[in-house]
């Protein structure tokens, strides 16, 4: 089991539910965002709520990449280190290119590719250290394929996320480190909030197919199953004057 689990972006949306989910299984957590006051309010309903597990946290700004790799460590020696490491902190801003919103773009592309390679980095780092760890990565369905106007950057971002994860997997291919790339589809969170989508779900349920499609540590899992099992592929295929009025 691994027992010392470590999220970003924990203060908020699926990484605050994720660290609720995770403690009720009875793990240690690292929790760690930029939202001191609501880490430590969510430190202090865990550890009422599940006495037995530890719960650390620390304020992060993952685009600060030095103090990830010193967050990193100070978690490992605080917990006596740290089995699985959730890449999960990430923006959803973002415009169509060439509307003169590169700001946006910019700050999407930083946080959640330059950013979270930095957390890829220091996790394995430390995973090497050790000879074994799980490394996962929140990427997104949007990821199978080049999306159209204000996900656009989004998109490309998952992308490369899943790409980099796969180019770890391969290098460590038939060692006690695994490396898993979720794709959730639809998840209610603060980043979505007042947008409708297809087959969209509450945070809860859909945190709960994460922690799940977690715990068996895939090297890839659509979430939930269905019906993102079926949608992801058919995306990758989905003719392009389709997609355009699909995603708004």
């Not at 010193?70 to 006596?80: H, K, W």
């Not at 060439?98 to 957390?119: I, P, Y």
């Amino acid at each position: 089991m691994r027992r010392n689990i470590l999220i970003t972006g924990a203060s908020s949306g699926l990484g605050e539910e994720m660290a609720r989910q995770f403690a009720a299984r009875g793990r240690n957590l690292a929790l760690c965002a930029r939202r001191t006051d609501r880490l430590e309010a969510l430190r202090d309903e865990l550890r009422a709520a599940h006495p037995d597990s530890t719960v650390s946290v620390r304020p992060l700004d993952v685009n600060d990449h030095d103090a990830v790799f010193e967050v990193f460590r100070a978690f490992a020696a605080e917990l006596g280190g740290i089995d699985r490491v959730i890449v999960n902190a990430g923006i959803g801003k973002g415009a169509p290119i060439g509307t003169g919103r590169f700001d946006a773009n910019r700050d999407t592309a930083q946080t959640n590719f330059v950013a979270a390679l930095a957390q890829c980095e220091a996790a394995m780092a430390h995973f090497r250290a050790r000879g074994a760890g799980h490394l996962v990565v929140i990427s997104s369905v949007s990821a199978v394929r080049g999306m159209p106007r204000n996900v656009t950057t989004y998109a490309a971002t998952k992308a490369a996320l899943s790409t980099l994860a796969e180019g770890i997997r391969v290098e460590t291919v038939g060692t006690p480190i695994k490396v898993s790339t979720i794709l959730p589809g639809y998840i209610r969170s603060e980043i979505n909030a007042g947008q409708r989508a297809l087959a969209m779900v509450d945070t809860a349920t859909g945190v709960r197919s994460i922690v799940r499609a977690i715990e068996r540590e895939p090297a890839t899992a659509y979430v939930p199953p269905w019906p993102w099992r079926v949608l992801g592929p058919v995306l990758r295929i989905m003719p392009r004057r389709v997609l355009a009025r699909a995603v708004r």
